[in-house]
């Protein structure tokens, strides 16, 4: 009985013993042997996708705007189907400014990188326009830009910064018109 717990784990039972049997990188801590890190980003995506969210949606379905935020529409990558996410509001002109919690690995990220057209929505009043990740940009830098510009957005920002893992800035440039 010992000699099957000792060997290798199944991951066709369990797709995340791999990842667990890894070890932890130096000086990070670990929960379960899971760097501290992705603990945070799946606690965070959890939080976000069942949390916080879908009443967001829903308010801006019903009309009435969450302050603060917009959503954020992209094309699916695999699907090509629209998918909308709640961003913290970065309008500034004909610019409009993301940072992106968890980096290249968000979900909307990898959707812009494979479709760079996107449309915001602001209020209730839509735009649309090309994004681009700048991995040159310093995201926290770029938040206090946002929370300086719109104040509504300070509580969204604090989130962002708090529960972000891999902060990247996105840059959506708007047509006029």
């Known amino acids: 009985m010992f000699a099957t717990l000792v060997g290798p784990p199944d991951v066709t039972k369990d797709p ?24 945070k980003r799946r606690i965070a995506t959890a939080l976000s996708r069942y949390v916080v969210n879908p009443p967001v949606r829903a308010l801006f379905r019903l009309g009435l705007p969450a302050p603060g935020t917009v959503i954020l529409e992209t094309v699916g990558r695999r699907s090509g189907r629209p998918r909308r996410t709640p961003v913290t509001d970065g309008l500034d002109g004909d610019v409009f400014w993301i940072v ?9 990220v990898l959707n812009i990188e494979a479709h760079p057209r996107v449309r915001i929505k602001v209020g209730r009043h839509w735009y649309s326009g090309t994004a ?4 040159e ?27 972000g893992t891999d902060l990247l800035t996105l840059r959506v440039d708007l047509e006029t018109g």
């Open 16 to 39: 995340g013993a791999r990842l667990r049997e890894r070890t932890p990188r130096a000086g990070v801590p670990s929960l379960l042997g899971v760097p501290a890190s992705l603990d």
């Open 100 to 108: 992106a919690e968890h980096g290249h690995r968000a979900a909307y």
């Open 132 to 135: 681009r990740p700048l991995d």
């Open 137 to 163: 940009d310093d995201p926290r830098r770029r938040l206090r830009q946002i929370t300086r510009s719109r104040r509504r957005s300070i509580l969204n920002a604090w989130v962002v910064r708090v529960m």
